[in-house]
């Protein structure tokens, strides 16, 4: 049952990040990868609500569903660091710098504030 | 990637996003299935996650250089293992969620050990799969960039 809601949530989640990722760098066409960026702060927002929200036992569906599944699926550390590699081998070393420095104060940020709307509903 | 007849409004053919779900998918199951195997309370170093996401930046690190500077695999390749299977698996919002929960339980050294191990194994692993590669398939394949 668990597993189920994990793939229900990770075939909404991934192409959920391959279509943002399309949309925000055909909008922002740079360098900087914006898209994983985002899809990396919204996913870490949103787990943290799910998490904070679902600490009890009875919840354990849909932190599946939404965090295990969806936002796992949603984010990504391989497209990050991947992204973060070529930047450096194409000698863009300080945007390759600023993206992990963003991509890492962002997601907890946004983890943090998650964290925070999603207690109350505990 | 080549824009196909029968595009949506982002450009994107159904058939390439049905792959990037498929293998996201698999991904993640697998990534649940490491976690199940080594869960770990709110107050401990997550080292399910971190073996995930370094894993996963090894292979990313191994798959795009064979798919963009070694081979010209089926369009559907990349989306499927490198969007999908390695995006599904390997995972951010984890990570940063709990490095908040490391602070929250009163553990900031392991927070921070956390936060800065998984970024320099995922780093030195993307560039380690890349870099092998390139020396490995450049031999073999005999098809340089």
Known sequence: MTALMVALGAAV???????????????????????TLVVNVVGSFVLGVVVSAGSRGHEATVVALLGTGFCGA???????????????????????????????VAGLVAAALGWAVGTPLR | MTVQAGDTSLGTSLDVVAVVAAGGVLGAEARYAVSLAAPHAASQFPWAT????????????????????????????????????????????????????????????????????????????????????????????????
């Open chain 1, 13 to 35: 989640g991934a192409p959920a990040r391959y279509l943002t990722d399309r949309a925000v760098q055909r909008r922002h066409p740079s360098p900087f990868p914006w898209g």
């Open chain 2, 50 to 145: 971190l073996l995930v996401n370094a894993l996963g930046c090894l292979l990313i690190g191994v798959l795009m250089v064979l798919v963009t500077e070694r081979f010209r695999p089926h369009r559907l390749v990349r989306p499927f293992l490198g969007v999908g299977v390695l995006g599904g698996f390997t995972t951010f919002s984890a990570y940063a969620v709990d490095i908040n929960r490391l602070l929250l339980a009163g553990r900031p050294a392991v927070a921070l050990a956390y936060a800065a191990s998984t970024l320099v194994a995922a780093v030195l692993a993307v560039w380690l799969g890349a870099t092998a590669t390139r020396r490995l398939a450049g031999a073999t394949a005999g098809r340089p960039a």
């Open chain 1, 74 to 104: 949603l984010t990504t550390y391989s497209t990050f660091s991947w992204e973060t590699l070529r930047l450096v081998e194409r000698g863009e070393g300080g945007v390759a710098a600023l993206n992990v420095v963003a991509s890492v």
